[in-house]
Every structure is written in structure tokens, then in C-alpha cells.
């Protein structure tokens, strides 16, 4: 298993300013992704963060928006810019656990973080 | 393309009744589908697996490809069970297997 952090666990922003929410697992992992989670909605990818390439985004997502960042293979960042209301979710931090084929497969689990709750004013 | 629906957002029942959380998919080929728990205040984990077959705290979710449903069941719901649930597919797409994620059913279960 993995363990996650994020940071912060929450905040409180005005519009138009931006954040950057972090997260660090304790072990080294290829794959990680950032979700969001709007109220009622259900759990969206944002986008798919590989070390040493680019973040690869969703329909809807756009890296001068959400740009991401993927150091190593323990850490990544996720900025939201340029807030506006319609910003305001969880946005989770989750990191995929290699199966026994020891590579990407349906077998694989994916562990999450425990969220970053963003309020953007 | 793949998709998850939960239709209840919230299902409440009380202590020592049956529960059913349902969940039907729309994947052509066969996919894997999960189900997740969020507990207060707690991160997103997961509950169980279909390919895992097994039964979690007395949670258990058959796969029926027939009608596209993998609902969760629990004969006698414990208080301890009020949490969010989620269901979600895993099928290839482009050589990955990102999972697509249902709403979330929230369960309350009444003393």
C-alpha cells in the first residue's frame, strides 16, 4: 500500500489568485493523478502526472489552468489558477499501486490522499 | 466510452437491515469494477474488488455483465457503515487503466 499526504487540507481563496496543492506519497510511484471532486458530482481526472514527461489532461482541462508539476517519483504539485468560484471542490491527489503483472493492468489500486477542500470567494 | 452510474445519492436505512447500493456500468469489452468508501473525515479507500471476489466488512458485489450492474450488498447494515460510496470501472483506454468513477451513494444507517 501507499500512504499520501496533501497539503493544505484546506483553504480559503479570493478570486482570481491562485494555489498550489502538494502531494507526497512514501514510496516511489510511476503513475500518479489529481481529481476533482465537485459538490454532488462525482470524482473527476484532471489530469495523469508522469515523472520526467508532461501531464497528460482530461477533456475539459488545460495545463495554463491546472498546471502540474512531477519533480520525482514521490512528490507532484497541482496549481489551480486564476480562481473563480466554480473552482471550489476537493481536489485529491491519488497514486497507483502496480499489480502483480508489474505493470498497468486492471489489477493494479489505486490509493488516494485525503483531499485539499478549496473555497475559492 | 466508459460511464458509472449510481442512481441514488443518498440511501438511508436502519440498523440491522439489508442494504443494496447499486451500480450499473456501460463499458464494451470487460471491464474491472471497484467499490470505494469514504468514511467522515476520512480519505477515499478502497472496499473492495470484483476480480478479488471477496466479502469486506460483510460488504459483497457480484459482477453481472448481463444487466451491466455491480451492486453492493450487505445483509444486516451496521451503524459504522454510514459513509460515501463509490463504484468505479477500470477498462484499457490507450494502454492505461484510469478508472471512471459513479457520483457516490451516500449510506446513512440509523440506530
Known amino acids: 500500500s501507499a500512504v499520501i499526504s496533501q497539503k493544505p487540507s484546506r483553504d480559503i481563496c479570493q478570486r482570481g489568485t491562485s494555489l498550489t496543492i502538494q502531494c507526497q506519497v512514501d514510496?516511489?510511484?510511476?503513475?500518479m493523478f489529481w481529481y476533482r471532486q465537485q459538490p454532488g458530482q462525482s470524482l473527476t481526472l484532471i489530469a495523469t502526472a508522469n515523472q520526467g514527461s508532461e501531464a497528460t489532461y482530461e477533456s475539459g482541462f488545460v495545463i495554463d489552468k491546472f498546471p502540474i508539476s512531477r519533480p520525482n517519483l514521490t512528490f507532484s504539485t497541482l496549481t489551480v489558477s486564476n480562481m473563480s468560484p466554480e473552482d471550489s471542490s476537493i481536489y485529491l491527489c491519488?497514486?497507483?499501486?502496480?499489480?502483480?503483472?508489474?505493470?498497468?493492468?486492471?489489477?493494479?489500486?489505486?490509493?488516494f490522499g485525503p483531499g485539499t477542500r478549496l473555497t475559492v470567494l | 466510452a466508459q460511464r458509472v452510474t449510481q442512481p441514488e445519492k443518498l440511501l438511508s436505512v436502519f440498523k440491522g437491515a439489508p442494504v443494496e447500493l447499486k451500480c450499473n456500468y456501460s463499458y464494451s469489452g470487460s471491464p474491472e469494477l471497484f467499490w470505494y468508501v469514504q468514511y467522515s473525515r476520512q480519505r477515499l479507500q478502497l472496499l473492495l474488488r470484483h476480480i478479488s471476489r471477496e466479502s469486506i466488512k460483510g460488504f459483497t458485489a457480484d459482477l453481472n455483465k448481463g444487466e451491466t450492474s455491480f451492486h453492493l450488498k450487505k445483509p444486516f447494515a451496521q451503524e459504522e457503515d454510514s459513509a460515501m460510496y463509490y463504484c468505479?470501472?477500470?477498462?484499457?483506454?490507450?494502454?492505461?487503466?484510469?478508472?471512471?468513477f459513479g457520483r457516490g451513494t451516500s449510506l446513512i444507517v440509523h440506530p
Open positions: 514510496s516511489q510511484v510511476t503513475m
Open positions: 491519488s497514486v497507483e499501486s502496480l499489480g502483480t503483472s508489474g505493470g498497468s493492468s486492471s489489477t493494479d489500486t489505486q490509493y
Open positions: 468505479a470501472l477500470s477498462g484499457p483506454s490507450g494502454g492505461s487503466y484510469i478508472p471512471t
